[in-house]
């Protein structure tokens, strides 16, 4: 996976931050986003971080992911 790509959530990801739903459950699984970034590096020095996708799906609302939550979608 890399920056750029289109992506779906495969895993059931709960998340309370979701911009329509505030403060209450909402499962991320099999929406459709893109990778806008992936953290490797944090003010220079190189980090391991536990989840590294940062996918933006609207205009308001982004989230991290681990690689094994994620399938890249193939354009057709």
């Known amino acids: 996976m890399k920056v750029g ?4 959530v495969m895993a059931s990801i709960i998340v309370y931050h ?3 739903h ?3 459950p909402f499962d ?3 929406m459709e986003g893109e990778i806008i970034d992936i953290i490797t590096n ?3 020095r190189p980090v ?4 590294p ?5 609207d205009k308001r609302f982004k989230a991290h992911f681990r690689d094994h939550e994620l399938e ?3 354009p057709e």
């Open 28 to 30: 991320l699984k099999g």
């Open 72 to 74: 890249v979608i193939k």
């Open 18 to 20: 979701y911009p329509q």
């Open 48 to 51: 391991s971080s536990s989840f």
């Open 5 to 8: 790509d289109r992506v779906r």
């Open 53 to 57: 996708f940062l996918v933006k799906f």
């Open 22 to 24: 505030k403060k209450q």
């Open 42 to 44: 944090w003010q220079g």
